[in-house]
């Protein structure tokens, strides 16, 4: 089964703007029962963790969108994005600014693409100099 590059960065674009718009219809339907994030600073968070601090205004996205090309690889029922992320959000305290480099896992269940494991790896201003656009 091929997999389509396309459908797949809307499908993740679809969900990024889910976690800034705080559609949790549409965030729920879009991750996992068995989601994991990995935040930039080493937590990982829970499905559950991640959402209800969404839900509940702890953690306040006011901007995750990419910021280079989304790259795809998989086939059949697995595809792996990675890309890197403009990322403002504001978590028991100011708003942070960052640019990470965004691992996720997509795993397609009863027909829908649903995210089941993501990666935050903070990239520092230096290093952003440096870096490919995502290739």
Excluded at 24 to 36: C, G, K, M, N
Excluded at 56 to 85: C, K, N, T, W
Aim: charged fraction near 20%; aromatic fraction near 6%; include cysteine.
């Amino acid at each position: 089964m091929t997999l389509d590059a396309m459908a797949m960065r809307d499908t993740e674009c679809r969900r990024l703007r889910s976690l800034v718009e705080v559609d949790l219809v549409t965030a729920d339907a879009l991750h996992a029962e068995d989601y994991q994030l990995i935040t930039p600073n080493g937590h990982a968070l829970t499905k559950q963790e991640y959402l209800g601090d969404i839900a509940s205004g702890q953690l306040r996205y006011h901007v995750f969108e990419p910021a280079s090309d989304i790259m795809v690889r998989g086939s059949g029922q697995v595809a792996l994005l990675r890309y890197r992320a403009r990322i403002t959000v504001q978590a028991h305290g100011p708003a942070v600014s960052m640019t990470c480099w965004h691992t996720d896992c997509y795993e397609q269940r009863a027909g829908t693409w649903q995210a089941v494991w993501s990666q935050a790896t903070a990239i520092s201003p230096e290093a952003a100099k440096d870096q490919p656009s995502g290739g």
